[in-house]
Every structure is written in structure tokens, then in C-alpha cells.
């Protein structure tokens, strides 16, 4: 019984679905994995493990309730047919090129890309909300609930509607494999357009680092959503060399001094990591406080996550808020 969890649980590490290239199989092995964990959890009994059916509800038309199911759980549930859905769902990804971290950003004159103990490359931000958001496509379209996707940066790059239908999952994987990123981030405005383009409420992720000059707006875009009635997730993706601000002169002099290079205006900065240390952890806590307390006030979920994150946690949120809503 162990190795059985243990299995299931090495489908959801990032670090481990890294080395897989196929993004559906990605999301199946996910979805695969956290189902079975299920069973084991305190999730236990959601209706994930009746994806063909929904519970019973008062005024529901008895002739669809399904006695052989209620034979096995003492439970009613309704027979659902392929055209009906449950919710519709949106996933939000910001493509801005913040989200290529880690790259080789703090160079020296013989820096490398940064890797794991392996030598492998480390997983970016980007490519990790893709395993993301894939998974989360792919346990919806499971569910029966209409799955929409965008992603953008200062600009709507990609809006792909909410629908249920295969060919509609396999084109948001499609449109996953082929992003691209752009120096500029303003999210403000894309968000702004997408609240005006819903017109039936839903459940949205939205997925970013929430790099952007204008936290303001970024923030008001999302309580924009909010304010037509959808329901609303924030995985604020972030690597932990950026929550703890790691040594990037490891196994060098701790007086090395480091380029630093902003991936989104190419500023940059040289110097000791340990001369801007503090100030960094400083203004980096200030940044996560800002948006905590105003999406908190706004009665939209906040999470903070980074690549190592197991697939399961957004898998778990996602549930427990669909549940909610339904």
C-alpha cells in the first residue's frame, strides 16, 4: 500500500514530469496519480470518482437518478450526458518573460545555466504552470466542466472559450506546447478584457509570477472578475531561489561580484549578493504582502507556490473550490 502511494505521488512531482515531453501524457499521469490519492485523502467521496454523474439535488427529475449507483455508495446521483457541464472553468497564464526563471540571470564571467544536482536544467516558472495548467484541463474535461484558456502579457495573446468536447482539451494542450513570451508585462488590461468577454459565470485560475509595474492594475483587473460573479484562484508562481534569495556566488568567493539582469528591461546590476541581500528580502516580502491582504479583502483566493510544488496542491484547491460552488 505504501509503494502504491509512493508511485502515485512521483506523477506529481514537477521534477520528475520535467523529464516527460508530451504534455497530455503529462496531465494524464497527473490526474491519474491524484485521483488515486483520493481515496486516501480527506477528499475522499468528492464526485471525481463518479465523472459520468452529478449528485441528486432537490427538483432534479428522479427518472435520471441512477439505482445502480446508489446501490454501491447509498448515494443519489444523476445520470449526466456528454453535451451537459457542470461549471465553466478558465485558465489564465501569464507569458511574460519573468516566467523563463531561472535562467541564467546573476552571471559571472564563466556563469552557466543554472541546473540541479543532475546537470539537468532547472524547470522554468513557465514551463511548470504548463504542467499546471494541462493537469487541471485535463482533471475539468474529466469532470464534464467546460474548460476555456488564455494567456497573455501586456497583451491577449490566445482566448480559447470554455467548451467540454476532446478536440477542445487537445487544442489548449496544443496552444501550451507552442507559447511564447514577450519582454513586457501589463496584465491589467488583458484581465480587464477577459471579464468583458464572460458572460456566464464560472470558476477562473489564474496563473503568474505577478511581475508587473502596476501592481494596481493587475489587482484591479482581477477584483474585476470577481465583481461579474466568478469565482476566483490565484497560483502566484514563484522559484525558491526568489523566496529565499539563494547564493548565487555558491562555491565562489562571497565577495564574487555577480551581474544580475532583469529578464523583462534588461536593467542591470553588479555586485555582492550579500550587499543586497536584506534589502531584497525586504521588498520581495512587501511585494507578497501587497497582493495577500488586497485579493484577501477581495475574496479571492491567493497561493503562493513554486516549481517544486507538487502538481496536487492547485489539484486540491481547484476541487475543494468547484465543490463550493456547485
Given amino acids: 500500500m505504501q509503494q502504491q502511494a509512493t508511485v502515485g505521488r512521483t506523477f506529481l512531482d514537477p521534477t520528475i514530469l520535467a523529464r516527460i515531453g508530451n504534455l497530455e501524457l503529462i496531465a494524464k499521469f497527473v490526474v491519474e496519480g491524484f485521483i488515486s490519492g483520493l481515496h486516501k485523502s480527506p477528499y475522499h467521496g468528492f ?4 465523472s459520468q454523474y452529478r449528485q441528486y439535488m432537490p427538483g432534479d427529475d428522479t427518472k435520471h437518478i441512477d439505482w445502480k449507483a446508489y446501490a454501491r455508495t447509498d448515494r443519489y446521483y444523476i445520470k449526466q450526458f456528454e453535451e451537459e457541464t457542470n461549471l465553466n472553468c478558465y485558465l489564465l497564464l501569464d507569458t511574460s518573460e519573468s516566467m523563463m526563471h531561472p535562467m541564467a540571470e546573476a552571471q559571472t564571467d564563466d556563469a552557466t545555466t543554472e541546473g540541479d544536482a543532475t546537470g539537468q536544467p532547472r524547470l522554468t516558472k513557465l514551463r511548470y504552470s504548463s504542467f499546471l495548467i494541462a493537469s487541471l484541463a485535463y482533471f475539468m474535461a474529466k469532470q464534464r466542466d467546460a474548460v476555456g484558456f ?9 482566448y480559447l472559450p470554455a467548451r467540454s ?25 488583458p484581465l480587464h478584457q477577459i471579464a468583458e468577454r ?5 470558476l477562473i485560475l489564474f496563473i503568474s509570477d505577478l511581475y508587473d509595474e502596476n501592481h494596481e492594475e493587475v489587482i484591479a483587473g482581477l477584483e474585476h472578475l470577481r465583481y461579474e460573479g466568478h469565482e476566483v484562484i490565484v497560483f502566484h508562481v514563484l522559484a525558491q531561489q526568489e523566496l529565499e534569495f539563494a547564493d548565487f556566488a555558491a562555491g565562489r568567493s562571497s565577495e564574487a561580484l555577480i ?10 546590476i553588479i555586485t555582492t549578493p550579500q550587499a543586497i541581500r536584506e534589502s531584497y528580502l525586504s521588498n520581495f516580502n512587501n511585494f507578497l504582502d501587497t497582493y495577500r491582504l488586497a485579493l484577501r479583502q477581495a ?3 491567493y497561493n503562493v507556490i513554486t516549481t517544486e510544488t507538487p502538481i496536487d496542491f492547485a489539484l486540491a484547491s481547484y476541487l475543494a473550490k468547484r465543490e463550493g460552488v456547485l
Wanted: no cysteine; charged share 30%.
Fill in 198 to 202: 464572460l458572460t456566464k459565470r464560472g
Fill in 150 to 158: 488564455a494567456y497573455f502579457d501586456d497583451t491577449l495573446h490566445e
Fill in 165 to 189: 468536447s476532446t478536440s477542445h482539451l487537445h487544442s489548449i494542450l496544443l496552444t501550451l506546447e507552442t507559447l511564447q513570451t514577450t519582454k513586457s508585462t501589463r496584465m491589467g488590461t
Fill in 259 to 268: 551581474r544580475f539582469i532583469d529578464a523583462e528591461n534588461d536593467a542591470e
Fill in 47 to 50: 464526485s471525481v470518482e463518479f
Fill in 299 to 301: 475574496d479571492i483566493d
